[in-house]
């Protein structure tokens, strides 16, 4: 199907880097100059609809990726290619139940799919390969690597308890021959971003050899902690009475809750340190826990609450607002 090429870009008359906003400037511009409303002149109308048409496309970040991929077919995919894919998650089943995304991106990913399609072209055929080939094995020819593997990067999610366990991870490949297994353990050292090598499990060249499998480390979002390095944030709410009179407020960290010290006058925004109570470094060290405190109020009060905090108001000379003129 042939579709006409429209340069979105040409017709708001920016470049192809240029930023959201000087698209926005663009259009703004533009589309009051050749409003039906506003210019009578033949053609302006036209001209008003293709500038309509081009900022729906360049001022929408996913859509605008995609037409500077695929052109005058980004609507309907025509020009497939398979780093349009990079990006993509893709599940597996893991051992013991349950599945595991992994992430693929960058070139590795598009060696990855051609590896399991055999370089599809278009949206027709499989390449003389069926889907489902093995992604680590069979005839894959790696480009300008002659008779060597290719190296595949993925991003694998852990939650902050694995890194904190560590132990023997299985991951469950499907292929022609069956489901493959591959064993990795989790190391202490580990942090969101870090690498885990697997050797000789990346895609294979035409004489055998494989390359090798990076697992990149991407740490799921957790209730309460927030990962800063091997370092754990966590931010405590306390009462205001706490806050106001110290005392002992308990602490969630990986191993369960303790118990931490507040010093009368405590205030929202101070930060206490956990020593010891972050993620695992090498030998036998840990991370700190940055506990954030936050004062906080009861939304509703009931009439005995009510009336306390009105004894405290009168009661009270604090000034918790001095303005200087």
């Known amino acids: 199907m042939s579709v006409e090429y429209k340069d979105y870009y040409k017709i708001l008359g920016v470049d192809r880097s240029a930023s959201k906003e000087d698209i926005k400037k663009a259009y703004r511009t533009l589309s009051r100059k050749y409003h039906p409303d506003v210019n009578k002149e033949a053609g302006a109308e036209d001209k008003f609809k293709d500038v309509q048409e081009a900022y729906d496309v360049l001022g929408d970040e996913t859509k605008r990726k995609k037409y500077d991929r695929l052109g005058a077919d980004w609507k309907h995919g025509q020009s497939f290619r398979p780093e349009d894919f990079e990006g993509f998650n893709i599940h597996f089943g893991q051992g013991g139940g349950g599945g595991q995304r992994m992430h693929f991106g960058g070139s590795g990913f598009s060696d ?3 590896a399991i399609f055999g370089g599809m072209g278009g949206m027709g055929g499989m390449g003389g390969r069926q889907a489902g080939a093995d992604p680590f094995g069979g005839q894959y ?3 300008g690597r002659q008779g060597k593997g290719r190296d595949v990067e993925a991003e ?5 308890e694995d890194l904190y366990a560590g ?9 022609q021959e ?3 297994n591959i064993s990795f353990t989790i190391k202490p050292g580990l942090k969101h971003g870090s690498k885990i090598k697997l050797k000789g499990k990346g895609l294979s060249g035409p004489g055998g050899v494989k390359g090798d499998l990076f697992l990149k480390i991407a740490l799921k979002p957790h209730r309460w902690f927030t990962p800063d390095g091997f370092d754990l944030r966590v931010k405590v709410p306390v009462a205001p009475w706490e806050a106001a009179l110290g005392g002992k407020v308990e602490v969630p960290t990986p191993e369960g809750n303790v118990r931490m010290t507040l010093k009368p006058g405590t205030v929202s925004g101070r930060k206490l340190k956990l020593e010891g109570k972050g993620l695992p470094r090498t030998g036998d060290r840990h991370g700190d826990l940055i506990a954030e405190i936050e004062v906080t109020v009861p939304e509703k009060l009931s009439g005995k609450e009510k009336e306390l905090y009105e004894k405290l ?3 009270s000379e604090f000034k ?3 303005w200087s003129k």
Do not use: C, M, V, W
């Not at 694998?156 to 902050?160: A, D, N, V």
């Not at 132990?167 to 469950?172: A, D, E, S, V």
């Open 313 to 315: 108001k009168n009661a």
């Open 167 to 175: 132990g023997t991870h299985n991951l469950q490949l499907q292929s």
């Open 141 to 143: 020819s790696p480009r």
């Open 112 to 114: 990855f799919f051609d």
């Open 320 to 322: 918790p607002r001095e």
């Open 156 to 160: 694998y999610e852990l939650s902050i």
């Open 178 to 180: 069956g489901p493959k």
